[in-house]
């Protein structure tokens, strides 16, 4: 596609539950990025991929949250019983190569968890 | 630490000059980028300067950097209403394999008719 694609784009949940989020990055980018952004801050990093391996998941806040990315392209943000604590966007973003001058964001996928 | 900041607000006149300023703390960034985004959209890169520059111009958008007091500011001439939008600095980060963004939290412009 010609930008970063996230599904779906709004994601409501009851609290304890499992989600799945989904990014497509641009293709032929080699890294890719999670972010979640709360209400009134910037952006916080999760997790950075670099092509199938997570090569930096220090941000991910706990044992909750995992991310996968098995074919260098696809990647899943995966949460766990989830806490009204995670509802935030969730930004995907994608770079030719590590240590590239732009990186694409997608939409973004806002849950809610309830 | 990893710290970025901005101030949360800032209104201005169509017209006229806006100024975002920012603040960060890692001396190592390679590049600093300012990003806008509009209400319910992601994020837009805007424009960004390589650490060893102190100064890129981009159209209506000049950026500024002071390395040495670690301060980076972003104008925008003539200024418009469909400038109106959250301006978020970022720096990057490199080490042990890692390749990462840090943002500070937000300025908010609003741009007056």
Same mark, same amino acid.
């Not at chain 2, 500011?73 to 939008?85: E, H, M, N, P, Y």
């Given at each position: #596609?010609?930008?970063?694609?996230?599904?779906? =784009?709004?994601?409501?949940?009851? %609290?304890?539950?499992?989600?799945?989020?989904?990014?497509?990055?641009?293709? #032929? @980018?080699?890294?890719?990025?999670?972010?979640?952004?709360?209400?009134?801050?910037?952006?916080?990093?999760?997790?950075?991929?670099? #092509?199938?391996?997570?090569?930096? +998941?220090?941000?991910?806040?706990?044992?909750?949250?995992?991310?996968?990315?098995?074919?260098? =392209? !696809?990647? *899943?943000?995966?949460?766990?019983?989830?806490?009204?604590?995670?509802?935030?966007?969730?930004?995907?973003?994608?770079?030719?190569?590590?240590? @590239?001058?732009?990186?694409?964001?997608?939409?973004?996928?806002?849950?809610? !968890?309830? | 630490?990893? +710290? !970025?900041?901005?101030?949360?607000?800032?209104?201005?006149?169509?017209?006229?000059?806006?100024?975002?300023?920012?603040?960060?703390?890692?001396? =190592?960034?390679?590049?600093?980028?300012?990003?806008?985004?509009?209400?319910?959209?992601?994020?837009?890169?805007? *424009?960004?300067?390589?650490?060893?520059?102190?100064?890129?111009?981009?159209?209506?958008?000049?950026?500024?950097?002071? %390395?040495? +007091?670690? @301060?980076? =500011?972003?104008?925008?001439?003539? *200024?418009? *209403?469909?400038?109106?939008?959250?301006?978020?600095?970022?720096?990057?980060?490199?080490?042990?394999?890692?390749? %990462?963004?840090?943002?500070?939290?937000?300025?908010?412009? %609003?741009?007056?008719?």
């Amino acid at each position: #596609g010609a930008g970063v694609s996230q599904t779906p =784009s709004n994601k409501v949940t009851e %609290k304890g539950k499992y989600v799945e989020l989904r990014c497509d990055p641009i293709s #032929g @980018h080699t890294a890719l990025y999670w972010y979640r952004q709360s209400l009134g801050q910037g952006p916080e990093f999760l997790i950075y991929f670099q #092509g199938t391996g997570a090569a930096d +998941d220090s941000g991910l806040p706990n044992d909750r949250f995992f991310a996968v990315r098995p074919e260098g =392209s !696809v990647s *899943t943000l995966k949460i766990q019983r989830t806490e009204r604590g995670d509802s935030a966007v969730y930004l995907c973003a994608s770079s030719f190569d590590r240590g @590239h001058t732009e990186a694409f964001f997608g939409q973004g996928t806002r849950l809610t !968890v309830v | 630490g990893e +710290d !970025v900041e901005q101030s949360l607000f800032l209104s201005v006149r169509e017209g006229d000059s806006s100024v975002i300023n920012c603040t960060y703390t890692d001396s =190592s960034s390679t590049y600093l980028y300012w990003y806008k985004q509009e209400p319910g959209a992601g994020l837009q890169l805007l *424009t960004y300067i390589f650490s060893n520059m102190d100064m890129k111009q981009d159209q209506r958008l000049t950026v500024l950097l002071n %390395k040495k +007091d670690k @301060h980076l =500011s972003l104008r925008i001439a003539d *200024t418009q *209403t469909g400038d109106s939008a959250i301006y978020f600095c970022a720096e990057s980060l490199t080490y042990s394999g890692t390749y %990462k963004y840090i943002f500070g939290t937000g300025t908010r412009l %609003k741009v007056l008719a």
